[in-house]
Nanobody, 121 residues
Framework: QVQLVESGGGLVQPGGSLRLSCAAS????????MGWYRQAPGKERELVAS???????NYADSVKGRFTISRDNAKNTVTLQMSSLNPEDTAVYYC???????????????WGKGTLVTVSS
């Protein structure tokens, strides 16, 4: 079994910063891409940022220049540093990882349960 656990959500004022972390644990052989998604009320889940095992990153246009994704391959963690937050960033943020298990024979997309980020004055 594989688990992803997010932390770091909360309430922040517009213009503020917040740091989200996600830790993967369990029967992990290796992790390919890791990423952060978000889902605002009444909207579909969308990709915020992703990072490959080699460190290549991809960002949604709406967060470029404000958010930074990073990972620690040794610790199986991924972090999202968010700055210049605005109310449109309010959403539940989910961590996702493309994980190989079973000695590398099986691949799966693992999701965390999400952490709420609220940007409001």
């Amino acid at each position: 079994q594989v688990q992803l656990v997010e932390s770091g959500g909360g309430l922040v004022q517009p213009g503020g910063s917040l740091r989200l972390s996600c830790a993967a644990s369990g029967s992990i052989f290796s992790i390919n891409a890791m990423g952060w998604y978000r889902q605002a009320p009444g909207k579909e889940r969308e990709l915020v940022a992703s990072i490959t095992s080699g460190g290549s990153t991809n960002y949604a246009d709406s967060v470029k220049g404000r958010f930074t994704i990073s990972r620690d391959n040794a610790k199986n963690t991924v972090t999202l540093q968010m700055s210049s937050l605005n109310p449109e960033d309010t959403a539940v943020y989910y961590c996702k990882a493309d994980i190989k298990t079973g000695g590398g024979f099986y691949s799966m997309d693992a999701w965390g349960k999400g952490t709420l980020v609220t940007v409001s004055s």
